[in-house]
Nanobody, 123 residues
Framework: VQLQASGGGLVQAGGSLRLSCSTS????????MGWFRQAPGKEREFVAG????????SYADSVKGRFSISRDNPKNTVYLQMNSLKPEDTAVYYC?????????????????WGQGTEVTVSS
């Protein structure tokens, strides 16, 4: 089972990026999914989570109103739309599949992780 994150890159402050997380099969249709990020020298932190059917979403306070998480189960893909990017959003972003169907916020709630995609926001 694989999670493949993509869409990272270099963007100026105020710009936008859309990250995608593709799963290898429909295994995760019944699982909550999430995005986390890790900046150099810092711990991995929660960014956004979405329930199995997309009905419930959760965001870190630092990204609320700027980021939006969504999922397209038939396409086995989860998205993170990032708008109004700030230099402090610079990090490696990881997608993950939760143990349960909910939009979990803790890393302990996730048991499958993809490789990261790097996002750099210049000032």
């Amino acid at each position: 089972v694989q999670l493949q994150a993509s869409g990272g890159g270099l963007v100026q402050a105020g710009g936008s990026l859309r990250l995608s997380c593709s799963t290898s099969r429909r295994t995760f249709w019944n699982n909550g999914m999430g995005w986390f990020r890790q900046a150099p020298g810092k711990e991995r932190e929660f960014v956004a989570g979405i329930s199995w059917n997309g009905g419930v979403t959760s965001y870190a306070d630092s990204v609320k109103g700027r980021f939006s998480i969504s999922r397209d189960n038939p396409k086995n893909t989860v998205y993170l739309q990032m708008n109004s990017l700030k230099p402090e959003d610079t990090a490696v972003y990881y997608c993950a599949a939760a143990r349960r169907a909910l939009a979990a916020r803790s890393t302990d709630e996730y048991n499958y992780w993809g490789q990261g995609t790097e996002v750099t926001v210049s000032s």
